[in-house]
């Protein structure tokens, strides 16, 4: 039986045994300038490991954009709809690359994708999905939703609603969610728990519209924190104030 943390925001008590972790391709380049960087999937794959360590059950989607992004080729005159199925493709090399460095930890994965890739992975069966997490595996979603025009914030509010998690951590390279771009206004003042109404009318960046009203329309919780910060994963899920939590009331 998994072991249940606990920690309290908005005067409610949150008990996190399933989690959806939400990773951009682009967190995956470390220093380069595109591609991914061996260092920092390795510290990601340890990262991940020491909350799989204490029984939380973990789903994961990662992006593209250190491969490709659709809108980006778009933009240049290529196809949208194909330009998406190649951000897709690109989530999945991401998933895949994920995948290797969990196993040389020692953790065992799945990776379920929205397109068809059976030679590689399972497709995305939601029964299958909840089983693999049940039996302490960690799941990999690639390809988004399988669908153009979406981005993988939907396919990760998606998920996570279809599995039961119970909130959506988006690992980024900030502490959390900011007045301002705290990277170009020092004075930038951080929220450390704000509601989804507030978000809205400050006209805050949390997750594009679509995902973000999938989220609030169905009552799950996002938190914003510091990935790239060594042991903060853990901390989250154990109880501890990271990062910003982006809740219903």
């Known amino acids: 039986m998994n072991t249940l943390y606990i920690c309290t925001t908005f005067n409610r008590t949150m008990q996190y045994k399933r ?7 682009e967190a995956l380049m470390g220093d380069r300038d595109y591609g991914i960087d061996p260092k920092r999937l390795k510290e990601y794959a340890q990262e991940i490991k020491t909350v799989v360590d204490k029984g939380i059950e973990v789903a ?15 933009a240049n005159g290529m196809d949208r709809v194909q330009g998406d199925h190649m951000g897709m493709l690109a989530t999945c090399i991401n998933g895949l690359a994920l995948q ?4 040389d930890e020692g953790v065992y994965t799945r990776m379920q994708t929205a397109l068809e890739i059976k030679e590689v992975a399972e497709p995305y069966i939601k029964r299958k999905a909840i089983r693999h997490l049940e039996k302490g595996r960690v799941v990999i979603f690639g390809a988004g939703t399988g669908n153009p025009y979406f981005t993988t914030d939907t396919a990760a509010v998606l998920r996570a609603i279809e599995i039961d998690a119970d ?9 959390g969610i900011y007045t301002s771009d705290p990277e170009k206004d020092k004075d930038a003042i951080k929220f450390e728990s704000i509601t989804f109404k507030d978000v809205i009318e400050k006209g ?9 009203t999938l989220s609030e329309e169905n009552k799950l919780p996002i938190i914003v924190f510091d990935m790239n910060k060594n042991g903060n994963l853990l901390k989250l899920v154990s109880g501890e104030q990271i990062g910003t939590i982006v809740d219903y009331k």
């Open 204 to 212: 805050l960046k949390v997750m594009d519209m679509t995902a973000f």
């Open 19 to 25: 989690i959806l972790l939400k990773l951009s391709g």
């Open 167 to 175: 909130a959506i951590l988006k690992g980024t390279r900030v502490d």
């Open 60 to 74: 994961i989607v990662i992006g593209g954009g250190n491969i490709f992004r659709g809108v980006s080729g778009a």
């Open 100 to 103: 290797s460095a969990l196993e």
